[in-house]
């Protein structure tokens, strides 16, 4: 999945938007950006943060500037452990062509010693959005690690996997907010899973991170659903 590539796929499944989100990374966000430059598609940098508690939170933002501010906030956190490229697979830098920068050293494959509320106060603090990702699934889900959606968690939405509609996931998981938005995507880590599964944001504006957050909220007209 090299940018070119991730660019040309979501131009030719009709996406609109989509965001970068490597696992405790944000350094391949930015070459997806420029390869999306002058194109229609829109390309938001962020990352899928593996909590102290094992939870996936997608931490989504407008600019590179703050994704990076929350790289740095992320980079003090990691365990100090090596990557072991035969067991996890190389952890690769690229271009905005796909060609090799650096090769990350150290393990992004694991768990932070940041906690789900700290790093939800934290994202949203540098203007993120906050999301916990496929909440049903029982590898790294909230509701399967946790046991239920804890209050204190200031999230604009929830994904949900391809495996459940959000109105089932309503009726499953009885603690998420009523008001709580849910929202499903492709979760791609292979070129044809992109567009397989999507999220309609229905808003007149661009879509950055403000909008985005309004659509959720289903503000004035605005609204958000699997089809």
């Not at 070119?4 to 009709?14: D, M």
């Not at 490229?85 to 694991?110: I, K, N």
């Not at 292979?190 to 944001?201: A, E, N, Q, R, S």
Request: proline share 6%.
């Amino acid at each position: 999945m090299v940018p070119p590539l991730i660019v040309e796929e979501a131009l030719y499944k009709g996406l609109d938007v989509i965001a970068i989100t490597d696992h405790n990374a944000t350094a391949n966000a930015g070459a997806v950006m420029t390869a999306a430059h002058d194109t229609a598609l829109i390309v938001l940098p962020g990352m899928e943060l593996q909590t102290r508690e094992e939870v996936d939170l997608l931490c989504i933002f407008d600019d590179l500037v703050a994704a990076q501010k929350w790289q740095e906030q992320v980079d003090g956190r990691l365990f100090p452990l090596d990557n072991d490229p035969e067991r996890f697979g190389p952890q690769y830098v690229v271009d905005a062509q796909g060609d090799l920068v650096a090769e990350e050293s150290r393990l992004l494959q694991g768990p932070t010693t940041i906690g789900l509320e700290e790093a939800a106060r934290q994202v949203r603090a540098l203007g993120g959005l906050v999301i916990p990702a496929h909440i049903d699934r029982q590898a790294n889900g909230l509701m399967a690690m946790l046991g239920l959606w804890s209050p204190e968690l200031e999230a604009d939405a929830a994904e949900v996997s391809a495996n459940i509609r959000p109105s089932e996931a309503r009726r499953k998981f009885a603690s998420l907010p009523a008001d709580l938005a849910l929202i499903s995507s492709s979760d791609a880590h292979w070129l044809d899973w992109m567009g397989k599964v999507m999220t309609i944001f229905e808003m007149p504006g661009r879509p950055d991170v403000a909008e985005l957050r309004r659509a959720l909220q289903g503000l004035d007209g605005r609204r958000v659903y699997v089809p």
